[in-house]
């Protein structure tokens, strides 16, 4: 309306306070949930219903409520899953899509009750998981089949260096101070669920190229994916990097690639700009097998600039309405995160000193774009687990107040490993980045505390004083 009345470009300004109180939340989530295995520990079923609160408005509700349904028990080779998730409108701040959509609700409880069905079978967490995790003729909750299987291998990879630090963790325990080891999967879809589309522009220039496309950045390293992936497509051509124009987010000039949301960038804006870049290379190709130069192209009446495009709709499938059974992406991204943490036992308070993530998002593309991508994740975990709270917008109204995690909250130590699966519907072999790592060390973390302490909190976040009353209650025994 302002624009309107104005007939000027306009924007709305808000303070911290107004930010916080004013912009929606990630929709936070209500479980019952069960799950059996037999004595030997291999998992039989997963039974659960889970609510999630999307506050006062019902958009994406219903995707959000597949996603649950999507992430619930995921990794595993379970055979028999029966539940129900639904999303429930009520007056509290309106849900919205926030880093891993979906999945930090439903891993967080099935990542948890993991560890405790693998104490009822007496096995440890780590050989519990390895025991079930996918492998050839596994699917997921919702009945598709896994692109890569590359959990068993993380996870012997993590056995040496899990061990050794939860033997660290014992011989380091005081009863002032309990140490303690956690560990939890890490998975996400890539793309929209069913169908998703990007579009992406390349131009010869006298001297270059110019690339057009919409992904928009909000930290996650566009501009850097952009040129990193143009460069690689156009290796035949010889273009340097001061060579490549990045003409991006202007909606007047540039196609519609799709949000930056549900890490598709890399992939979808990724496959766009190759396939742009390949029409271009056919255009410019001579018979020789050499190419056109700009002065070339123009003489020959070749066109200059080439769309590229990529959709997904392809490789997926969507909801059988008998058995409820889909393939809603094509790819996955898959982790296991581990966490080691001391909890103070006069106080209750927890604090997290080291983290490392195995990683598998296809052939990495730019490594210090995704191990950003990953520690930032993790660290963002850290408060999602132990600090962040929004439960009275009068109360919770700064940064502070909201709990947002600090550099003494974070861990000192923190490292990632990476396991490339070549993806075949990924842009060079590439996956998505941006949402693994904020998918589960939240109940990476609560596994640690209860390892650490014999305290199981099942309600985020970990307060030290919840941490606190479930030491004395143990300790009342």
């Known amino acids: 309306m302002a624009i309107i009345a104005t007939g000027k470009p306009c924007y709305l300004e808000f303070d911290m306070e107004q930010n916080i109180t004013y912009t929606g939340k990630r ?29 006062a408005y019902s958009e994406w509700g219903d995707c959000l409520a597949f996603r649950g349904n999507s992430y619930i028990g995921a990794g595993y080779g379970i055979d028999r899953i029966r539940g129900k998730v639904s999303a429930v409108c009520t007056n509290h701040a309106y849900g919205t899509a926030f880093r891993s959509w979906g999945s930090p609700q439903a891993l967080f409880c099935s990542e948890c009750i993991v560890d405790e069905l693998a104490h009822k079978v007496k096995m440890d967490p780590l050989e519990f998981r390895y025991l079930n995790v996918y492998r050839p003729g596994d699917t997921t909750p919702t009945g598709a089949t896994p692109e890569v299987y590359p959990w068993p291998e993380m996870l012997d990879y993590l056995r040496p260096r899990y061990q050794k630090a939860v033997a660290e963790a014992k011989a380091k325990s005081t009863d002032e101070v309990k140490y303690g080891v956690g560990i939890a999967l890490a ?17 010869l220039l006298p001297d ?41 987010n202007d909606t007047g000039r540039c196609p519609d690639s799709g949000c930056s949301a549900a890490s598709r960038g890399q992939v979808f804006i990724g496959n766009a700009m190759i396939d ?26 070749k066109e200059l600039r080439y769309v590229g495009s990529f959709a997904s709709g392809q490789y997926c499938t969507m909801i059988d309405k008998d058995t409820a059974q889909c393939n809603p992406t094509m790819q996955y991204m898959y982790g296991v995160i581990m966490t080691e943490l001391a909890v ?39 408060g999602f687990a132990l600090t962040e709270d929004f439960l009275d917008p009068k109360v919770h109204n700064t940064l502070v107040k909201c709990g947002f995690p600090t550099i003494l909250e974070s861990p000192d130590e923190m490292e990632v490993i990476y396991f490339e699966s070549p993806r075949e519907t990924g842009p060079f072999g590439a996956s998505g980045v941006g949402e693994l790592p904020l998918s589960s060390p939240h109940a990476s973390i609560l596994n640690a505390i209860d390892h650490a302490c014999g305290v199981r ?21």
């Not at 998975?187 to 131009?203: L, R």
């Not at 928009?216 to 490549?244: C, F, N, R, V, Y």
Request: some cysteine; aromatic content about 6%.
């Open 27 to 55: 929709s936070s989530s209500y479980a019952d949930i069960r799950m059996a295995a037999d004595k030997n520990g291999k998992m039989l079923g997963l039974e659960y219903d889970f609510i999630y609160d999307h506050g």
């Open 187 to 203: 998975n996400y879809g890539v793309g929209a669920d069913f169908a998703d589309f990007s579009e992406a522009w390349v131009e």
């Open 208 to 248: 270059g190229v110019a690339v057009y496309n919409t992904w928009q950045d909000h930290g996650q390293g566009s501009d850097m994916g952009t040129l990193t992936i143009i460069h690689e497509a156009l290796k035949p051509l010889g273009i340097k990097l001061d060579q490549i124009k990045l003409v991006m």
């Open 276 to 301: 742009a870049c390949e029409k271009m290379m056919e255009a410019m190709k001579k018979d020789d097998g050499s190419y056109r130069t700009y002065e070339e192209m123009v003489k020959d009446g």
């Open 344 to 382: 103070d036992m006069k106080t209750g308070k927890v604090q997290v000193n080291a983290m490392s993530m195995t990683a598998d998002c296809g052939i990495i593309i730019n490594k210090s774009v995704v191990d950003g991508q990953m520690l930032g994740g993790m660290v963002q975990g850290v």
């Open 457 to 477: 909190i099942r309600e985020l976040p970990a307060l030290p004083e919840k941490i606190l009353a479930g030491i004395k209650k143990s300790e009342a025994r």
